[in-house]
Structure formats: C-alpha cells, structure tokens
C-alpha cells in the first residue's frame, strides 16, 4: 500500500493531475486493499448453492461409506433400520420426502451416538401400480388379453419400466441430504428376495397358517384381481349411489310381498334369499296411497314413509293416512317363507329348490334399510356365510355369479351383458319398473371403497384364495404389538390396535402375472400339495433349476407326483399379494435364512421404522403379522408415524390440479435443509396433517438459518479482527470456557449443555416434535439474545480485546457444540459451518494425509461434522441459576419494549426509568438483575436507571387481584361459583398477598388452593401520567416505564438516530467491522439539531466509531473520499450524512501541491515526526500537529475549531 501511495504521488507531482484524478486513483487503491481486509465469509449466503456444493464433495470424498467404514474399524454395535421399499414407477413426492428426512434424522443420531445403521435403497416392483400402468399403455382390459400376448412378454414389459425413475429418485434423496446405499440395493424382483419370500410362506404353510378358501373379497374390476381388507381400507371417497326399496311377492300369501333395501341394485339379477333378524319385530301393512301389502320391520316404516323420519312435520296421527298394520311377527316366524324371485336367471340351477326363501342372522340391523337384506353370495361377505349356513349354496359349488373379472356382466343377464356392473344400475332399474316391483328410489351419499391403484369403486366378489391364518394368531399379533414403542403412542394404542383386535384372515394371492408366483404345486383334484421353500428345493423335486423365479418361468415347471406316479404336479395360477413382499422385506432383503443368518438374527426386531399413518392397515400391519407368524415376535421396536402432508388448500397433493410445488424447484430455491426443517418442525411428526406452505419453508431460510448464518459471520469478522488486533492466533480452550465470569457467558453456556441433554433425552424417545421447536428456540436465543447483548463487547469496544476474546472463546465453544448437535437434522449448514470451525482446532493439522478419515474422531482432525460424536452433556456446567435470571431478564426486556410502543417511543430515544414488580422472584433474580444484568437491561432498553422493587414496597406500585379457577371450581362450587367471585376479585391487594402466602382459604366450608384453583395477577397501580405499563400474561410481572421527556432524553435519542444512520451507510457501503471511516453532518441553514445532539455526547460516538465522532461537513479536506452518502431524519430534521476513508487533515492555506501530497498518505502510517518535499525546487517542511494531522477530528480539537471538542 505504501509503494502503491508513493507511485501515485509521483505521478500526480510530475503529471499534474487533477484532484479528481487522485480522488479515483485513491478509491482504486482503497478498494484493493479491502480485498485483503474483509472477512472470509460472504455477506450472504446462497444456501441451495452452497448445498449443492457440499453435496458433490461428499460425492467425491465417499463421505457417506467413509462414515460407515469409521463405523466397521471401531466395532460399533448395529442399530437395525427397516426401509419400506417404494416404488419407482413413479417420482417422489412430499410424503416420501418427509418420511425420507425422519428416517434419516433418525438414523444420522444413531450413527453419532456410536451405532452402525446399514441403510440399503429398495425398491417395490412387483404388483399392481405397475400391472395397471402397462395394461393402461397398452390398452389391456382383460386377463384373457395377456395370455394372448404371452406371460413372459408381459413380464419383460413390466420388468422395462419398475427401475425408470431410479436415477431420479437418487437425485432427489440425495440432494436432500438423505444417506442411503444406492448401490447396494435390493429390488423385490430379486431372485434372492423372491426366494426368502418362497421361504416365509412355506414357513406359514408348514405351521398349518396357510390354506385356500372360496371368500368374498373387495375386489377391484379395474386390475381384475382381489384386494385384501386393509387394502380396501386406503382410499374411500364421498359417492352418491342408487338406493332402491324393491318388493319380493310372498309365496302363499297373494298380494303380499315382502320389501327390501339396496344400494347395489347391480346385485339383484343375483339374489337367492332374504334375510331377517330372528327377534326384531316386522309387520304387515297396508300402503294406502299404493293399495299393496308389504311386510317390513316395524322400525323401519319410514324408510317406506320417508316424512316419518323428519320430526318436525311428523305426527302420529298422520298414519292413518298412510298406512295401517294388519298383522305382526317376529323374525323367527319368517324364516321359510318362499318368494317369486326378482330375475328367472337362476331359478333352473342344480341348487334352485334351497333358493328364494328367508332366512334369518344376527347381522341384520335397523339402523337402516327395511330390516331384510336381499342375499346375493357371490357379493357379499356376510351373505355368502348366511347362506352357507342355512345350505342354500354349498362349500365346492359355483355361485350364482353372472360377472367376471373385469367387472362386466357376462351372457347369463343378456339385457346387461358386456356392461360394468357400476354402468347396469340404470338399465336393471328400467327392468325393475317394468316388472312393477320398485317401491321406492332415491339417490344415497355415503362412503365407498375405491381401488388404491386405479381410483375406480371396488366391488365384493367371491373369488378362490389363499389365506394366512391371521384369525388364528390374532391374539399373540396384539401381544407383540403391545412390546412397540410408536411416536405418537395413540395410533398405536387407537387406531392400530383397533385394527388387529378385528383382523381378518389375509387373502395373500392375486390372480395376476407380475409377482411372485406363490410357490405351490399340486395335483388337479387338489389331494396332493407340495410348498416349496427354495431354489435348490425346487430343483431337487423336478429336476430343473432355475435363475429367474417368476410365473413365466416356473409355471413351465412340474413336479412328478409321490402319490399317483405317472402324472404331475403344477404350480397354481395365482403370484403374491406385493403387501406380502412388504411383510417379507426383513427377511428377503438380506436373502435370510440362506445367507446372513447370524447377522440377522442379530438384529431382529429392527431397532426403527418409520412411515405414514396410512401403512398402520398396510406395511406395519404386514410386518406384525409375518413376524408373530415366524417368530413370535415383532418386527420393530420402534416407530414414528407420519401425518399426511397435503396441498395448501387442504386437499390431497395432486399431479393433475398442480396444487402444490415441485419438490425439487423447492429444494433449488430454498435449500433441503429448510425443508427438512420445515417438515419435521411440523404437526406431521405427530401423525397430523400438514398443510404445505411453501412460504413456510421461506421463513425457515429467513427466521433460522439467516439470523443463525449472520451469528456465524459475526464471530468469524470478530475472530480475525482480534488476532489481527493481537497479533496472536485464537486457539480454542475448554478452560477459558469454564472459567467465563460474563453471566451471558455463564447462561449460554449452561443453554447450551441444557439443549444438549434435552435433545439427547427425546432423540432416545423419538420425539422429534419436541427436538425441532427446542433446537429452533435456542438459534433464537443465540442469536437475538447473546449476540446481541454482546454485540459491542465481541467487537472489543467494552473491556477490551481480553473481555472480547473471553466472549468469542464461549461463542466458538457454542456454535462447535450446536453444529454437531443439529448436524443429523440439517446436514448441509453445519457441514458448511463446521469445515470453518474445524481450523481453528490445533488438531486440524492431524486431517493431512488421510488423517480426517480415520479414527479416532474428532473436531478440527475429521474431514466432515458427519464423522463426529455428539457432544455429552456437561454436567458441571448446566446452571440453572443463570437461565432462571436470563429468562427474567428477557421477560422484563420484551415487556419494556411493549410499553414503548405503546408510547411510540422509539428505542432511540431513552427513557428516564424502568421500574420491574416481580411475583415471588428468587434471590438468585433478584441479585443478577440489580447486579450482573442490571447494565444488559439498560442497553436493551435505553433506559438510564432500572428499579427492581423490593417486596415490601410493591403495594405501593402494584394491586395482586384473585380470581377463581373456573374450570376446576365450577363443579365444586356448583351455584356458590358466583358470591365465591364477588369475594375473592374483592379483595385487598394485602388480603389477597396474605391469601396467596397461606396456600388458599375457606369458603363457607370448603378449602380452597391458592396453587391450582385461583388465578392471580399483578396490575400497575401507580398514578401519573408520565408513567407506561404492561403485565404478562400470566400476572407475574409487571414492567412500568418513566415515560417523562426533556431535552437531555430528546438528545440522547437523536444521537442513537444518527447512530443508526451512520450504521445502515456503512452496511451500504460493504465495510467490515474493522474499517474505520470518518463521519461529516450537512445541516440546513440555521438548523443545529444534530450539531446540539453530537456535541452533548461525544463520548458515545468516540466509543461507537473507533474516534470517529461526526462533525460538519465544511470541515471535510477537499480530497476526503466519500464512501456512501445519503439524507437521515434526525430529530425531525432532514440531515445529509457521509461516510469518508480516514483522511490526513491539512491545515488552512496550504497550496494545492502540499494538499495532494497529503491526500496521498495513509493515516495509520504517521508517526508523529515530520514530513519533507520539494514542490517546483523549494523544499517543504510539515510538523504533524501544526500543518497536518491524522484526521479531521484531531485537528479541529487542536484548533479548537469547534468548542465542544476538547
């Protein structure tokens, strides 16, 4: 800088360059050298680039398997984790990312707290969703057009197109900062999967818990295969259906029929029976407005007379009109009973002579319908046991069932035939009519299942199947399910457990291609089965091994038979339900028990999983079963369930109405950090809904991760400030830490190990809900408590660079510790922060030559925050003393910045008094706000004295007022609650105090707790108009302000103007905390506002600008650079204020060549002696102190320019 200020001198001597010419040549060599000066740091901070950043070096350092094999060389225990395989036909969505971001917060902890967690990518591909894309890409609507096609093409098709998003979802899960071994992965087609799957149901078969069963299932038309019941049960909607009142005529009994209700009239060509209760009451009518006879329940007339059922304009004596009963039975009585049927579809089958007659069950209710429920077995589940029972169809025989799997009916209802079954309602409705036999028809809004695959309505319909005994087992399901520990423990204890306690049998097969094939061969009759349990199983009974197990492979295998030689074994039609696979991933991923035995058995059950709520009836309800079928036992130990996340507007997140934001666009824009936070700092973890606002991942960004990254900046411009200052290296020290006297050190400190032990405690608890709002409070208390507190004793402008490097010493220690802390649940910003933290660590010097990939571990050596231990708790440093007083401090500070606003004083301003009325406070509080604090609250205030008054004073300024606790009174009371008020809010300020001390009082005989059961509050009671008030909420405290304003009070508050204006033009202007600038005022004519304000305090400006106290522009040198200008309100007063490079300051009537010589030289430089130079051959002698000084300031003080500057 010297040589470069020399060069310039030359020059403007020997070219006789222009003032303007220097000025600019000046700001050049300026601004080089603020490249040399500023803080390493970034103004700000792009953090979706900077992640980006990290990722690709996490990429290219194995970041990721560097942790693991840390991991592997220390021998730690493994921590089991389960991840539900998804499927790749499709691009990951929010529900994926959040249940993604838990998992891995989840498992990150355990890895920090020194467990190893194997974390393989899966993917689902066999089943429905990819069935159904393919038949829809190629225009299948029905079985037989695979077979036409060829199974094994089909299977080529579907194999083509369940790996197609792959790559993107790597991207996207590892962009969100989530490790998982995509190399490593495993897919359900897997032979080796497929073959434990063979293996876990020959396991269930040979236990007597599988068998094949005629029963009536949902049934989805669309896929054209059974669902099982917890299937049924992902996707009802609001659906509005036909409801229809038909009539059958009773045999024998001539112009009587009886009348039945549905919902299904597609179901009617179908009915063979009707079904009573046995013991309600039914009667004959006669309907007086149709002039027929019907019998129905008596309870049930107003499904016939629907005005019955609208109270208001129903009157008994209104049925004379509409009907009248002729006779009245029990349901017993009807059972027998013949009736023409609806359609003559059946009436010629085998089975025809036990068919269209009543019979009688329990499950008829009245609670709707006419209390008989027409019967058609082949589609319900409850008519096909009624009828089985009472032998109107047989266990073996078809049903009456004219629909096929497509959900078309087929040539035996010929009006219908070819149509869906949801499409022949309004034609079987026309056919009704016709046959005079509808009574009543209307239009019902219900819920109804829909297929979770193709969103089209399911039907129930009887298809063979094969079951796993879940009935059987059902109890000891419960018992295990009772050993899990979930988060949040009432969908466990609810929801769950409601489900398991009425499971059904588990319908495993589907009659589709893409799965795998269920590993049973048997002969045509059925009298010889054989279940296969593996490859080499297989191989051994007929002579062919295989690499490929699915249907278009094996199905070409047979199996000679044991019991009729000569003739062969073939594998049945139907492939595995892929909740089976789901159920089977513990054991199929690792090839179990073919390979990796012991390691399995090891960890069995999982330490964690985590998923949606809606795979409480899906993939947990799998897994329990499966694992108490196998083993007796769970498959997990614990368990957080998700919430649904939905679109803004509360509607389910849908491709089609683009109601939400792309993921990925949100993570570019905003970071995945902030998402992840976002997501997690949410009713969701709690299994509720979230409703996404991508707004609400916008305030993350701003409320935590700005304030925190500015935290961060500050420390590291202070940081080199003071070694520059020093000339001495910072080198962090536990010890400096724990001698810290500051009580702001103390208490962030102690906050600091308090969040540790907290996070610690609800992490093993897998409360993430309680994590993320504690972790989000203390980057708040970090940053808008303690740095700002010590804003000015950080910079070393209060007690000096000792005072600044006792402070930057707990701040580093701070930010170390949180970093390592959030690092699991925002893997991004603390990689970020802690590759600058790790510097500073003398072991730093340890990571060269792969030593930060090694072990031991540890801060400053280890290449990433992600290798670490989470820091311990710090027993000895948790101060509970020190948070109590700051939590006071931060009371009284919040309330007095309330009164001023209600003032409309601004802080600026000061005010005379702040005067603090606390309830019982400790003398811990007491002492630190009269001591240590005192000054904090005066500086957050602007406050020039702080009364804490004591209790023996506090009538004087405040009345205690008692109310009752209603909600815990209300019913001890009773009608006494309204003159126990009027006694108690009564009370005198000493009564009430007295009341309180005593722990309550009677009340005509009834005690009465001061503790729970009243409410009491501090109100000011002082008279003055000069004073402002506020109590808290909770009447506790009760901060009073001193709100009078005279002209030392008015000055004040306009120097803090110009304060802050001065800062927000060096803020323009790009400076660090260590660029000392000089300060120059423009005031109009006549106007001395600032001038008045300055001149009373000097000693606020001297020490806030490093000396640099403002003063009128007119006596700025003429070649003062100016860095950034602009106009300020002061006082009311419009004042135009400068910011100049510090300039040597030259006196009056030097020429021009002296003033560009001196414009040339660098304040800091001078030393006092003095300066020679030749100008046009004359020798020239300046005395520093007579001809020029180091700054403006310094001369208008030795000239006494100026009378308030001495």
């Known amino acids: 800088m010297a040589a470069a200020t020399a060069d310039l001198f030359r020059s403007a001597s020997t070219c006789s360059k222009s003032s ?115 038949d829809q890409k190629l225009g299948i609507t029905h079985r037989d057009q695979v077979l036409e096609m060829g199974v094994d093409k ?18 996207t899960v590892t962009r969100l900062g989530r490790w998982v071994d995509f190399e490593n992965d495993y897919k359900t087609m897997d032979p080796t999967f497929m073959e434990s799957v063979w293996w876990v149901f020959k396991e269930l078969f040979n236990k007597d818990l599988v068998y094949q069963g005629y029963k009536v299932m949902p049934f989805s038309t669309a896929c054209g295969t059974p669902l099982s019941n917890f299937e049924a049960g992902l996707n009802y909607k609001d659906v509005s259906d036909p409801a229809v009142v038909v009539s059958f005529p009773v045999v024998g009994m001539e112009g009587v029929s009886f009348v039945a209700w549905t919902t299904t009239p597609w179901t009617l060509p179908s009915n063979i029976a009707l079904c009573v209760h046995p013991t309600m009451e039914y009667i004959q009518i006669l309907d007086k407005k149709a002039d027929k006879r019907y019998i129905l329940a008596k309870s049930r007339l107003g499904q016939l007379f629907p005005i019955m059922n609208n109270k208001k304009k129903w009157k008994p004596k209104m049925a004379d009109e509409l009907y009248a009963i002729e006779e009245t039975f029990v349901g017993s009585d009807l059972v027998g009973k013949k009736y023409q049927p609806m359609f003559d579809y059946f009436v010629n089958d085998e089975d025809a002579g036990e068919y269209f007659r009543i019979l009688s069950d329990t499950y008829v209710t009245d609670d709707a319908g006419t209390g008989i429920v027409h019967q058609a077995p082949a589609f319900g589940e409850d008519d096909y046991r009624v009828c089985l029972a009472h032998g109107v169809i047989q266990k073996g025989k078809d049903l009456p069932c004219p629909v096929d799997s497509n959900g078309m009916f087929t040539e035996m209802v010929p009006e219908v035939k070819g149509l869906h079954v949801k499409k022949a309602d309004d034609t079987l409705i026309a056919l009704i009519k016709e046959k005079g036999r509808m009574v009543h028809k209307d ?45 949040p423990n009432q969908v466990k204890e609810g929801r ?19 799965g795998t094939p269920i590993p049973i061969w048997c002969s045509e009759s059925m009298d010889e089965v054989v279940c296969i349990g593996s490859v080499d199983e297989l191989a051994e009974l007929s002579g062919v091994r295989v690499t490929d197990l699915h249907k278009d492979v094996v199905d070409e295998i047979t199996i000679p038979s044991k019991k009729n030689p000569g003739t062969v074994l073939r594998r049945v039609d139907e492939v595995f339900d892929c909740w089976f696979e789901s159920g089977s991933m513990p054991y199929a991923q690792k090839h179990y028990p073919f390979v990796n035995k012991e390691s399995f058995e090891d960890g069995f059950p999982a330490d964690f999983i985590a998923e949606g709520l809606d795979q409480t009836r899906g993939w947990f309800y799998t897994l329990m079963v499966l694992s108490t079928a196998l083993f007796d036992k769970p498959a997990f130990k614990n368990l957080i369930v998700n919430g649904l996340v939905l679109a803004g507007d509360g509607k389910k997140m849908s491709k089609r109405l683009k109601n939400y934001p792309d993921p990925n666009l949100v993570i570019d824009k905003y970071g995945a950090d902030a998402l992840r936070m976002y997501l997690i700092n949410s009713p969701v973890v709690r299994a509720e809904s979230l409703k996404f606002q991508e707004p609400g991942v916008l305030g993350v960004v701003k409320e935590v991760f700005l304030p925190l990254y500015n935290a961060f900046r500050f420390f590291s411009q202070n940081l080199e400030r003071l070694e520059a200052n020093t000339g001495t290296k910072f080198v962090p020290s ?145 101060n509970a003393d020190a948070v109590e007083a700051m939590e006071a401090l931060q009371v009284i500070v919040e309330s007095g910045r309330y009164v001023r606003e209600k003032r409309n004083i601004s802080l600026r301003t000061p005010v005379k008094c702040v005067t603090v009325i606390l309830r019982n406070p400790s003398a811990n509080v007491i002492e630190s706000l009269n001591g240590p604090l005192k000054g904090y609250i005066l500086s957050e205030l602007n406050a020039w004295d702080l009364v804490i008054v004591p209790k023996e004073e506090e009538h004087e300024w405040v009345t205690l007022s008692l109310t009752p606790n209603f909600n815990l009174l209300g019913r001890k009371l009773g009608k006494k609650m309204k003159d126990f008020k009027t006694h108690v809010t009564s009370m005198s300020h000493a009564d009430a105090v007295a009341c309180l001390e005593n722990g309550g009082l009677d009340f005509e005989g009834l005690a009465i707790s001061a ?18 008030s506020t109590s808290t909420p909770e009447g506790d405290v009760v901060v009073a302000v001193d709100c009078t304003q005279d002209e030392a009070i008015l000055s004040a508050g306009r120097s803090r103007e110009l304060i802050n204006a001065i800062q927000q033009l060096r803020k323009a202007a790009g400076l660090d905390l260590s660029d000392a600038v000089e300060v120059f005022f423009e005031e109009s004519a006549g106007i001395n506002v600032v001038e008045s304000a300055v001149s009373n305090n000097t000693n606020l400006f001297e020490a806030k600008f490093q000396g640099a106290i403002p003063v009128p522009k007119k006596f700025a040198p003429s070649w003062s650079v100016v860095l950034r200008s602009d106009s300020a309100d002061i006082g009311g007063s419009k004042v135009e204020v400068s910011i100049c490079r510090p300039a040597v300051a030259g006196r009056c009537g030097l020429s021009d060549e002296v003033g560009y010589f001196l414009s040339t030289l660098e304040p800091s430089n001078l030393d006092g002696s003095a300066l020679s130079i030749t100008v046009d051959g004359k020798d020239i002698s300046l005395s520093q102190g007579e001809d020029f000084w180091v700054n403006t300031v310094a001369k208008l003080r030795a000239t006494k320019a100026i009378s308030w500057l001495e």
């Open 20 to 134: 303007d010419q220097v000025i600019t040549a000046l700001q050049t060599i300026q601004q080089q050298q603020k490249q040399t000066t500023m803080a390493s740091l970034p103004p700000t901070l792009d953090f979706a680039k900077t992640e980006e950043e990290i990722c690709s070096k996490w990429a290219t350092e194995s970041t990721f398997k560097t942790q693991d094999a840390l991991g592997v060389e220390r021998g730690d225990k493994e921590y089991t984790f389960y991840d539900g395989p998804p499927f790749a036909t499709g691009l990951p969505h929010y529900g994926h990312i959040l249940a993604g971001t838990i998992k891995d917060v989840v498992t990150r902890y355990a890895v920090m707290t020194g467990r190893r967690v194997i974390r393989r990518a899966g993917w689902d591909c066999h089943g429905l969703p990819v069935e159904y894309e393919i």
């Open 154 to 171: 089909y299977n080529d098709t579907c194999r083509g197109i369940v790996t197609r998003y792959t790559k993107e979802w790597e991207r």
């Open 443 to 487: 239009q019902l809004q219900h819920s109804y299942p829909f297929c979770w695959r193709s969103d089209t309505p399911l039907i129930y319909k009887a298809v063979p199947s094969w079951f796993v005994k879940v009935e059987e087992i059902r109890d000891k399901i419960v018992e295990n399910n009772k050993k899990t520990y979930w988060v």
């Open 496 to 514: 769950f457990h409601s489900w398991l306690t009425d499971a059904r049998d588990w319908a495993v097969s589907r009659n589709r291609f893409w």
């Open 734 to 878: 536990k010890d400096k830490v724990s001698a810290a006297t500051n009580p702001t050190d103390v208490w962030i400190s102690a906050a600091t190990q308090g969040l540790i032990k907290f996070v610690h405690e609800e992490m093993t608890a897998y409360r993430l809900y309680t994590v993320m709002p504690a972790l989000v409070s203390f980057v708040t208390q970090l940053t808008n408590w303690y740095v700002r507190l010590n804003r000015d004793r950080l910079k070393g402008l209060e007690g000096g660079e000792s005072e600044s490097e006792a402070g930057l010493q707990v701040m580093y220690d701070v930010l170390l510790d949180v970093t390592i802390l959030m690092a699991p649940f925002t893997p991004f910003i603390t990689e970020y922060f802690y590759q600058h933290l790790r510097k500073l660590q003398p072991s730093y010097a340890d990571a060269a030559n792969g030593g930060g990939s090694s072990n031991p571990v540890m801060p400053g050596k280890s290449d990433s925050v992600h290798f670490l231990t989470l820091p311990a708790y710090d027993d000895g440093r948790l």
């Open 1011 to 1028: 503790k729970d059961e009243l409410v009491s509050k501090l109100a000011f009671s002082k008279e003055g108009e000069h004073w402002e």
